[in-house]
Structures are given as structure tokens and as C-alpha cells.
């Protein structure tokens, strides 16, 4: 069964930082693309990053630049995304996805195969 497990949201407040965590299971963690998506309250979902496991690339929305940092540990079937100096505007329901296959750029929200079921960040100002 693939099973893609958020993490690490929370409240903060704005200029902290938090590190969402995202465990997949039930699939070749390799052969994969992983995304981060958020979706705040009337706004549709939005991507975030996305790392290509086959190559390694990373993307990131303009948004975010500078300030989040995805990462992942094969050995752990684990992506991570750093979140540093958080606004309000962050604040969001944050989803990972993963898209099978290798990709030159991230793939589409429409592309990902598999999702987890969000966690959710608040930022307070």
C-alpha cells in the first residue's frame, strides 16, 4: 500500500522556522518525484518544491525562494522542507505528493500519482 505520512506542522510565529518531514512507504522511493503543495482557506493548492529523486533538482515557487530548503534521505524514504523566516502568508494546509517517473522539471499538480493527507502550518504575526 503506498502511503505518503506529513509531519511537523505547527503554529509559530513569523521569522521562525519549521522542518515538515514527509515518509513514504509502499513504493521504489527512487523512481519518484516528491512535492510539497500548501492550500490555505479559500485559495486554491498551490506548489511549493518538488526534488526529482532521480537527479536530485530541486524547484521552488517564487514565493518561498531563499527561504525553504527540500531535501531528501533515500536511506529513509523520507523528504524534508525547511521552512525559515515564515510569514503569515505561509500559513496553509501543507501537502507532499509523488509523481512516478524522472522528470526534467516538476511535474504538474495534475502529474502527481500519490498524496498524504496534509499538515497544517500557522504562522501568527
Known amino acids: 500500500e503506498v502511503q505518503l505520512v506529513e509531519s511537523g506542522g505547527g503554529l509559530v510565529q513569523a521569522g521562525e522556522s519549521l522542518r515538515l518531514s514527509c515518509a513514504a512507504s509502499?513504493?521504489?522511493?527512487?523512481?519518484?518525484?516528491i512535492g510539497w503543495f500548501r492550500q490555505a482557506p479559500g485559495k486554491e493548492r498551490e506548489g511549493v518544491s518538488c526534488i526529482t529523486n532521480s537527479v536530485g533538482s530541486t524547484y521552488y515557487a517564487d514565493s518561498v525562494k531563499g527561504r525553504f530548503t527540500i531535501s531528501s534521505d533515500n536511506a529513509k524514504n523520507t523528504v524534508y522542507l525547511q521552512m525559515n523566516s515564515l510569514k503569515p502568508e505561509d500559513t496553509a494546509v501543507y501537502y507532499c505528493a509523488a509523481a512516478a517517473g524522472n522528470w526534467d522539471g516538476p511535474p504538474s499538480l495534475y502529474e502527481y500519482d500519490y498524496w498524504g493527507q496534509g499538515t497544517q502550518v500557522t504562522v501568527s504575526s
Open positions: 509502499g513504493f521504489t522511493f527512487d523512481d519518484y518525484a
